[in-house]
């Protein structure tokens, strides 16, 4: 029974990127589905789960990673610019520039500001409404 597992996992595809965001978007079909009970929904699931299956069984290793490194050349550059993933890009920008800059909130607009460190007392004007703060750095 070993033995007939390894061979039929022996030279499949297994997950990638593309199966996870697949899984995830099979995952959110299951839960519009129970809220709708759409029958068109519960069919494109259906087909997302054996596309799903499809590629981690599959053993044309090369084509499968060509589709993944496809769908990573349109979703990675996308995710990097989604909204909802700004604010850890803005605190990890903000940890990588500690010691050079500080960044202040508009206290019009709410935009964050960044600003030399070291210049004293100056006054910030925001680029994005044009009201004006002062801050020290
Ligand atoms: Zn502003």
Redesign the pocket.
């Known amino acids: 029974m070993k033995d007939y597992l390894r061979n039929f996992f022996n030279g499949r595809y297994g997950m990638d990127s593309l199966n996870h965001a697949l899984f995830f978007l099979y995952f959110i079909l299951l839960i519009l589905f129970t809220f709708t009970h759409s029958s068109i929904i519960y069919t494109f699931s259906l087909i997302i789960l054996v596309v799903i299956l499809f590629r981690v069984l599959s053993k044309d290793t090369y084509r499968r990673s060509l589709e993944n490194q496809k769908f990573n050349n349109v979703f990675v550059p996308f995710l990097k610019n989604a909204p909802f993933l700004k604010n850890t890009n803005t605190i990890k920008t903000r940890f990588s520039q500690r010691n050079t800059h500080r960044f202040y909130n ?1 206290p ?2 709410h ?1 964050t500001i960044r600003v030399p460190k070291g210049k004293g007392r100056i006054q910030i004007r ?1 680029p ?4 004006t703060f002062i801050k020290t750095t």
Not at 128 to 131: A, D
């Open positions: 508009c019009g607009c935009q925001c994005k409404c044009g009201q």
